[in-house]
Nanobody
């Protein structure tokens, strides 16, 4: 399994950014792809997940209403649209794949992409 995250960058507070995660190297059709983030000097935290089976989506309270996870099955790509970005959203963002439903163990990780929110 290979996961490639991209789309990070430097933005100002209140702006938007969309991250992409391209997944490849597997044939299962029952899995969840999640976004995690690790702010500077802090532990990694779960942000959001989308299920392959029915497209169900889940969000951490800290991003609910601001972030939207979506998928393009034809492109094997999951997106994370981040609106109304805040200073505290600054982090390295990772995508991860877990077999089965969202909320299980994530054994496959991509390299992160850095999002910096700064004025």
């Amino acid at each position: 399994v290979q996961l490639q995250a991209s789309g990070g960058g430097l933005v100002q507070p209140g702006e938007s950014l969309t991250l992409s995660c391209v997944a490849s190297g597997f044939t299962s059709d029952y899995y969840g792809i999640a976004w995690f983030r690790q702010p500077p000097g802090e532990v990694r935290e779960w942000v959001s997940c989308i299920s392959s089976s029915d497209g169900s989506t889940y969000y951490a309270d800290s991003v609910k209403g601001r972030f939207t996870i979506s998928r393009d099955n034809a492109k094997n790509t999951v997106y994370l649209r981040m609106n109304s970005l805040k200073f505290e959203d600054t982090a390295v963002y990772y995508c991860a794949l877990g077999w089965g439903a969202c909320g299980g163990r994530y054994d496959n990780w991509g390299k992160g992409t850095l999002v910096t929110v700064s004025s």
